[in-house]
């Protein structure tokens, strides 16, 4: 049976999978396996289920000679090196689709609780702070019928953008390519130049793939753009902000606030950030429920399998890779 290494513990439903068909080893210990450890473990694999938090380059990839498919459990696909793996013929898998949804509801979440000052009032009541209901406690922002910038109209973007509808919102995009009229008519959405997005909108979330056009797309310039009763809320990946840029224009209060489930350099924070009142954080959390998670393995799973029996590979990345 050929070896299969999954680098982190994952739902079961994906392990039974895998363990059916192969000579499974999971990574035992609950935490991130720095390099030496993962190739003592999984040098020979011929299939290796990984992370978003494992870096897959030409270095680990000339290490591990039998690999025939690396299948990512994320739908983004920025820590693997998608060349390095062309060229030695290692095919690369992702999980799109069954995230969109989740992902969606947890940037209107991140949203709805920077706006609505949720996570403050929450602290407040357990400081046993609240002792009386008081007219000017709380004060947030209104939500519905202002205007939603999605940055990136991909599956995410879009789904993002239909929830806006139950808000009475407007909603103006950018994306590198535009939908065509059909589509933004029934998304209810118009187009919008970056720097038009970034003054028009009282929320902006951002829905790109992190590669060298998106890194940084949001830095000094395009936070000084924003209105300063402006949120920006990012699901995306942490690069895609520049963050030290991101602490000094909530420091001077450029914009309202900001909320976070990805960093710059996971799981480390700018300096400052996190002395912010005006910035929500969570780990990197956005597709995390019970269902989406398993549905992830069980795909990446799947990808495996289908790469280690020679057949078409649902979700492959590197398309150009001659199987
Ligand atoms: C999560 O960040 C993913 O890319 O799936």
């Known amino acids: 049976m050929k070896k299969v290494y999954v680098t982190r513990r994952i739902p079961q439903p994906a392990l039974d999978l895998l363990e059916a068909e192969c000579c499974l080893e999971v990574n035992p210990h609950d935490r991130v396996l720095g390099r030496e450890e993962l190739l003592e473990a999984a040098s020979d694999a011929e299939g290796l289920l990984c992370l978003l938090t494992d870096q897959v380059d030409a270095d680990l990839l000339d290490q591990m000679p039998r690999l025939k498919i690396v299948a990512n459990c994320a739908v983004g696909f920025d820590n693997i090196d998608i060349p390095a793996c062309t060229t030695r013929g290692v095919a690369v898998s992702n999980t799109p689709g069954v995230l969109t949804e989740t992902t969606a509801d947890m940037a209107w979440a991140l949203l ?47 789904a993002v953008a239909r929830r806006a509808s ?123 429920t019970v269902q989406t998670r398993t549905k992830m393995a069980v795909m990446a799973a799947e990808n495996l399998l289908a790469g280690l029996k020679g057949e078409k590979i649902p979700n492959l990345v590197n398309k150009e890779l001659k199987l």
Do not use: C
């Open 112 to 158: 709805m609780t920077a706006a609505r000052k949720v996570v403050e009032a929450d602290r407040y009541v357990r400081d046993g702070k609240f002792k009386a209901w008081a007219p000017m406690l709380f004060l947030g922002q209104e939500v519905n019928h202002r205007v939603l910038g999605v940055i990136g109209m991909g599956r995410i973007g879009r």
């Open 166 to 288: 139950g808000f009475n919102m407007g909603v103006v995009y950018h994306d590198a390519s535009r939908l065509t009229p059909e589509e933004e008519r029934q998304l209810g959405v118009e187009y919008r130049d970056l720097k038009d997005l970034l003054q028009e909108a009282d929320y902006i979330s951002l829905h790109v793939p992190l590669n060298d056009q998106t890194r940084h797309l949001i830095g000094a310039q395009e936070l000084k753009l924003m209105k300063k009763s402006a949120y920006l809320v990012n699901t995306s990946r942490g690069p895609v902000i520049d963050e030290k840029a991101l602490v000094r224009a909530l420091t001077n209060n450029d914009l309202a606030g900001a909320a976070l489930d990805v960093y710059e350099n996971e799981p480390e924070l700018a300096p400052g950030l996190v002395e912010l009142d005006n910035v929500t954080l969570a780990p990197h959390i956005a597709s995390a």
